[in-house]
């Protein structure tokens, strides 16, 4: 059975930082494209970032470039996602996702059928 486990989140002023983890049990991440994902009230969900983790390619969606970065651990079967400068508009569940494909695109990524999710994880930055 597989599972992705995300952990990490939680309440940060505005400007701060954290570090979500996503743990695989049951797949092995390295012939996997992970994905970072959110989801605010009232809002669609949106591709984050994502990983793959066959080469360390990563893409990011235009609104956290710059201030995330997400990074793989094939030791630890574990894919991370360092957010920093983070603001309100950050404020959302979080949930990481596995694909089983070798590589992503550019164009492509947030729009995979992802094999499995995460339960989610909530974030909420304060102003």
């Known amino acids: 059975q597989v599972q992705l486990v995300e952990s990490g989140g939680g309440l940060v002023p505005s400007g701060g930082s954290l570090r979500l983890s996503c743990a695989a049990s049951g797949l092995t991440l390295d012939r996997a494209v992970v994905g970072w994902f959110r989801q605010a009230p009232g809002k669609e969900r949106q591709g984050v970032a994502c990983i793959s983790n066959s080469d360390d390619t990563t893409y990011y969606a235009d609104s956290v470039e710059g201030r995330f970065t997400v990074s793989g651990d094939r030791s630890k079967n574990a894919v991370y996602l360092q957010m920093n400068s983070l603001t309100p508009e950050d404020t959302a569940v979080y949930y990481c996702?596995?694909?089983?494909?070798?590589?992503?695109?550019?164009?492509?990524?947030?729009?995979?059928?992802?094999?499995?999710w995460g339960q989610g994880i909530q974030v909420t930055v304060s102003s």
């Open positions: 996702a596995a694909e089983i494909r070798p590589f992503a695109t550019r164009a492509g990524w947030f729009k995979y059928d992802y094999d499995y």
